[in-house]
């Protein structure tokens, strides 16, 4: 039996992000930039599948998570605008992701903004314009590749 954990529902999404990990106190990039997409993402946090983790030694997932100042800053340019939104967060869980012949990394993400703040608002309303179809599409991609 599984129990969900979530604060918040997650949409399916495919949204391309530039992720680089900085350090907290005086905001200089630590490592990246990361290539990543988000395939979820709620009000709290997302999941983002990624190709790469390690880049010159750093850990995406484990370096930020032995360091309390190191966090993640996600840089995601929204169509149709094309306006980039810098959001911070921290990673919280990673996984394997496999999809015969696809190989990669699911990393689950909490965002540090407010919630409720006019970032994280302006942000909602973009991403929802478009994300049922940018969503539709990452699911039948996985269930054509499960065929």
Not at 26 to 39: E, K, N, Q
Not at 51 to 80: G, M, W
Not at 105 to 134: A, D, P, V, Y
């Amino acid at each position: 039996m599984v129990i969900e954990l979530r604060k918040s529902v997650r949409n399916p999404d495919y949204l391309p992000v530039t992720v680089n990990a900085i350090n907290s106190k005086d905001g200089t990039v630590l490592a990246g930039p990361f290539s990543s997409r988000i395939i979820d993402i709620s009000s709290h946090g997302a999941c983002l599948l990624m190709t790469q983790i390690i880049k010159d030694r750093y850990h995406i997932f484990h370096t930020v998570q032995d360091h309390a100042s190191h966090l993640l800053e996600l840089t995601i340019n929204l169509p149709p605008d094309l306006i980039d939104y810098s959001i911070i967060a921290r990673p919280v869980w990673m996984d394997i992701f496999r999809q015969q012949e696809i190989s990669a990394f699911k990393l689950g993400i909490e965002f540090i903004e407010n919630m409720e703040g006019k970032k994280m608002q302006k942000l909602k309303t973009s991403i929802i314009k478009e994300q049922e179809q940018r969503g539709s599409w990452w699911s039948r991609a996985c269930s054509a590749i499960n065929k």
